[in-house]
């Protein structure tokens, strides 16, 4: 019987035939991709010709294309549409997979190829990307550990492995901890909450198999929840359930697994000679420096700390004033700022929420990209992995640029938190490929998809992420798209969603559910004039997390994460009716990988320039200026990681940015 993974896909524009493939078929195609991979490198290694940066980089681009395709298919599915099946598969994966790697980039024989080519690159005529290209791959070997030799060398991949096993697991635990906990609302219990949250927990229940409308820790569910929920008993149960994931005991308890992880980044950096975890990974960033990131992180820290306890101050006299005595408690603070908001703004989500149909935001997104790039979305029915994805053909002048894929509402099976991913990436070489780009978010199912502000933030975020993947045109797949230093990464993401906030956007696209009516100018005034509401809690609860990572990763490595970040937030003065966004157990973006570990920091350095850049539209002739537009694309969004990170921005702006146009648009200019 033929392995669909293993094939050449006749799909339209090469997608997965997911209808044909079944959780059995990957676990003997990732062995028979691994072989072939492993004999790629093999042929790329023992090759007798001299080193060059074509039988040597090229060649090693050029590998592992099956071993790719077989992987975009199983993170995709495991990410969006776990089961039992596909967890285990995971798990037993991804200690194969960093033994793989590891071999990889501990080769000796490959890694003095690509040295030799570094060190003739003068002699070599390389274009600009190729010298990029070459760089990276050289960097990358030697961070890797490949200059290491005898025991240290065998424990960088011990170290590998143990890594890729308890991310694995560390995010197993969360998803089960997510999955497995959710509160039954009897008839009482929903009382006051607005028709789209009672639509929410009961589309929620009947997932869960109950008869009735449940809470979930979906922060689309949970959030409104304690928006809006008068019950003071149960906005604390649910609170303290969301805040307890990955720290309940037992088999999903994630405390010592990031206990352990922190203990092996240190002895990683420290086998490569660098001091800390920090040091090693922020080296090749744009900040550097952990000092350049405190200093960032600090300079917005104490205006947003100020903001916040003035504000604590305003909620619990309402509080108070409701006939609740004592301190105000995480689980308040999202109540009585709803009800400051309504009152001080005369803004009610529930009267705002029909303005943001899903289907609406979406057809807002793209008319934004077709007016700032010419791109151009028709739907695509072709089969994709669940029931509730949807596909576009996405064109350019009559020309197929790429294919974007949707999946955008909570489910079980699906892990928390919104993202972007290219299933595969556009390149040149070795042949000319589109890219397919997914974007997946955890949005609550009603009839009709109502999102919250947020919520509609959150789709414009992704989908700048998937513009940065779609409007790549590079030659190499490992400058392609999103492969940029990590604090860039989210600069074309944060930028995009200022669109959302363009006034023409919304009174064309922000159309009530039922009357088809646009925002009226005062509802449209009073919503943007909210859009910096209760920016003190929001900076403080990503600061502290921010500040928190950064704490792990410098010096020695603690061995209890909780007393360490009780520490920081200490010394920091955390205000005690907040908590960090995600605290330690539940801190995915660190310990699930090591992606943004010593690196949440990065939303608010990319924040610095996409506060920046969008001014330079502003100061042009507007939002939808067409020099600015083209000049978005020309330097950051279509060149990928092919040149340095600061260097884009520049040839972009002219200059670097300063925190002054972040501190102004969160509202905490002084």
């Given at each position: 019987?033929?392995?669909?993974?293993?094939?050449?896909?006749?799909?339209?524009?090469?997608?997965?035939?997911?209808a044909?493939?079944?959780?059995?078929?990957?676990?003997?195609?990732?062995?028979?991709?691994?072989s072939?991979?492993?004999?790629?490198?093999?042929?790329?290694?023992?090759?007798?010709?001299?080193?060059?940066?074509?039988?040597?980089?090229?060649?090693?681009e050029?590998?592992?294309?099956?071993?790719?395709?077989?992987?975009?298919?199983?993170?995709?599915?495991?990410?969006?549409?776990?089961?039992?099946?596909r967890?285990?598969?995971?798990?037993?994966?991804s200690?194969?997979?960093?033994?793989?790697?590891?071999?990889?980039?501990?080769?000796?024989?490959?890694?003095?190829?690509?040295?030799?080519?570094?060190?003739?690159?003068?002699?070599?005529?390389?274009?600009?990307?190729?010298?990029?290209?070459?760089?990276?791959?050289?960097?990358?070997?030697?961070r890797?550990?490949?200059?290491?030799?005898?025991?240290?060398e065998?424990?960088?991949?011990?170290?590998?492995?143990?890594?890729?096993?308890?991310?694995?697991?560390?995010?197993?635990?969360?998803?089960?901890?997510?999955?497995?906990?959710?509160?039954?609302?009897?008839?009482?219990?929903?009382?006051?909450?607005?028709?789209f949250?009672?639509?929410?927990?009961?589309?929620?229940?009947?997932?869960?198999?109950?008869?009735?409308?449940?809470?979930?820790?979906?922060?689309?569910?949970?959030?409104?929840?304690?928006?809006?929920?008068?019950?003071?008993d149960?906005?604390?149960?649910?609170?303290?359930?969301w805040?307890?994931?990955?720290?309940?005991?037992?088999?999903?308890?994630?405390?010592?697994?990031?206990?352990?992880?922190?203990?092996?980044?240190?002895?990683?950096?420290?086998?490569?000679?660098?001091?800390?975890?920090?040091?090693?990974?922020l080296?090749?960033?744009?900040?550097?420096?952990?000092?350049?990131?405190?200093?960032?992180?600090?300079?917005?820290?104490?205006?947003?700390?100020?903001?916040?306890?003035?504000?604590?101050?305003?909620?619990?006299?309402?509080?108070?004033?409701?006939?609740?005595?004592g301190?105000?408690?995480?689980?308040?603070?999202r109540?009585?700022?709803?009800?400051?908001?309504?009152?001080?703004?005369?803004?009610?989500?529930?009267?705002?929420?029909?303005?943001?149909?899903?289907d609406?935001?979406?057809?807002?997104?793209?008319?934004?990209?077709?007016?700032?790039?010419?791109?151009?979305?028709?739907?695509?029915?072709?089969?994709?992995?669940?029931?509730?994805?949807?596909?576009?053909?996405?064109?350019?002048?009559?020309?197929?640029?790429?294919?974007?894929?949707?999946?955008?509402?909570?489910?079980?099976?699906?892990?928390?938190?919104?993202?972007?991913?290219?299933?595969?990436?556009?390149?040149?070489?070795?042949?000319?490929?589109?890219?397919?780009?997914?974007?997946?978010?955890?949005?609550?199912?009603?009839?009709?998809?109502?999102?919250?502000?947020d919520?509609?933030?959150?789709?414009?975020?992704?989908?700048?992420?998937?513009?940065?993947?779609?409007?790549?045109?590079?030659?190499?797949?490992?400058?392609?798209?999103?492969?940029?230093?990590?604090?860039?990464?989210?600069?074309?993401?944060?930028?995009?969603?200022?669109?959302?906030?363009?006034?023409?956007?919304?009174?064309?696209?922000?159309?009530?559910?039922?009357?088809?009516?646009?925002?009226?100018?005062?509802?449209?005034?009073?919503?943007?004039?909210?859009?910096?509401?209760?920016?003190?809690?929001?900076?403080?609860?990503?600061v502290?997390?921010?500040?928190?990572?950064?704490a792990?990763?410098?010096?020695?490595?603690?061995?209890?994460?909780?007393v360490?970040?009780?520490?920081?937030?200490?010394?920091?003065?955390?205000?005690?009716?907040?908590?960090?966004?995600?605290?330690?157990?539940?801190?995915?973006?660190?310990?699930?990988?090591?992606?943004?570990?010593?690196?949440?920091?990065?939303?608010?350095?990319?924040?610095?320039m996409?506060a920046?850049?969008?001014?330079?539209?502003e100061?042009?002739s507007?939002?939808?200026?067409?020099?600015?537009?083209?000049a978005?694309?020309?330097?950051?969004?279509?060149t990928?990681?092919?040149?340095?990170?600061?260097?884009?921005y520049?040839?972009?702006?002219?200059?670097?940015?300063?925190?002054?146009?972040?501190?102004?648009?969160?509202?905490?200019?002084?």
């Amino acid at each position: 019987m033929t392995n669909t993974l293993l094939q050449d896909w006749d799909t339209p524009y090469g997608v997965a035939p997911f209808a044909n493939i079944s959780d059995d078929d990957f676990a003997p195609a990732l062995e028979a991709a691994l072989s072939v991979h492993n004999a790629e490198i093999a042929e790329i290694a023992g090759n007798a010709a001299a080193p060059s940066f074509a039988n040597t980089v090229e060649a090693l681009e050029a590998a592992g294309s099956g071993l790719d395709k077989v992987l975009s298919v199983f993170f995709t599915v495991a990410g969006a549409d776990s089961n039992p099946a596909r967890e285990d598969l995971q798990r037993a994966f991804s200690p194969k997979l960093a033994a793989h790697f590891a071999e990889i980039s501990g080769n000796k024989a490959l890694f003095n190829r690509v040295a030799a080519v570094w060190d003739t690159r003068k002699d070599a005529d390389l274009s600009d990307e190729q010298e990029r290209v070459l760089m990276l791959a050289h960097r990358g070997f030697v961070r890797s550990g490949a200059a290491l030799t005898g025991s240290d060398e065998s424990r960088m991949k011990e170290i590998k492995g143990r890594l890729a096993v308890l991310g694995t697991q560390f995010t197993q635990n969360l998803l089960a901890d997510e999955r497995s906990w959710f509160m039954e609302l009897a008839a009482d219990d929903v009382a006051g909450l607005p028709d789209f949250v009672v639509a929410s927990a009961r589309a929620a229940g009947e997932e869960k198999g109950v008869g009735g409308p449940v809470v979930t820790l979906s922060r689309s569910l949970i959030v409104p929840f304690l928006q809006f929920s008068p019950r003071r008993d149960l906005r604390e149960k649910a609170f303290l359930a969301w805040e307890a994931r990955g720290a309940n005991g037992g088999e999903t308890d994630n405390r010592n697994i990031a206990a352990e992880i922190l203990k092996l980044r240190e002895e990683r950096a420290k086998l490569l000679g660098y001091a800390d975890f920090a040091a090693y990974k922020l080296e090749t960033e744009m900040a550097k420096t952990p000092e350049a990131v405190r200093d960032l992180l600090m300079a917005v820290w104490e205006p947003a700390k100020t903001q916040a306890i003035a504000d604590s101050d305003v909620l619990t006299k309402m509080m108070h004033a409701d006939g609740v005595n004592g301190d105000l408690a995480p689980w308040d603070w999202r109540y009585y700022a709803e009800k400051r908001r309504a009152a001080e703004h005369d803004l009610d989500e529930a009267a705002l929420k029909p303005y943001f149909q899903l289907d609406r935001m979406i057809d807002a997104a793209f008319a934004c990209a077709t007016r700032l790039f010419g791109l151009k979305f028709a739907p695509l029915d072709i089969p994709l992995y669940h029931a509730d994805c949807r596909a576009w053909d996405v064109t350019r002048d009559g020309k197929h640029v790429a294919v974007f894929i949707g999946d955008y509402f909570a489910r079980g099976s699906k892990r928390s938190g919104a993202w972007c991913s290219a299933m595969r990436a556009q390149s040149k070489f070795p042949k000319v490929q589109t890219p397919v780009v997914i974007n997946v978010c955890n949005f609550a199912k009603s009839d009709p998809a109502l999102l919250s502000y947020d919520d509609a933030r959150t789709l414009f975020h992704e989908f700048g992420h998937g513009l940065h993947q779609m409007l790549s045109n590079v030659t190499y797949e490992s400058v392609s798209g999103t492969s940029v230093a990590r604090d860039f990464v989210e600069l074309p993401s944060q930028l995009f969603e200022h669109w959302l906030e363009v006034p023409e956007v919304l009174n064309e696209f922000a159309t009530h559910a039922e009357t088809g009516a646009a925002m009226s100018p005062e509802m449209l005034n009073k919503v943007l004039g909210a859009a910096n509401f209760d920016m003190g809690f929001q900076t403080v609860e990503y600061v502290a997390s921010a500040l928190v990572d950064l704490a792990f990763h410098e010096g020695t490595a603690t061995s209890d994460p909780m007393v360490k970040q009780a520490s920081v937030l200490a010394e920091l003065g955390m205000p005690d009716a907040i908590r960090m966004r995600h605290a330690t157990p539940q801190f995915a973006h660190v310990f699930a990988g090591d992606g943004y570990s010593s690196g949440y920091y990065s939303y608010m350095w990319s924040e610095v320039m996409d506060a920046d850049a969008f001014e330079a539209f502003e100061e042009a002739s507007g939002a939808f200026d067409t020099e600015r537009a083209g000049a978005l694309e020309q330097h950051i969004l279509s060149t990928g990681g092919s040149r340095d990170a600061a260097e884009l921005y520049v040839a972009f702006r002219g200059r670097l940015p300063g925190v002054e146009a972040l501190l102004k648009g969160r509202g905490l200019a002084a």
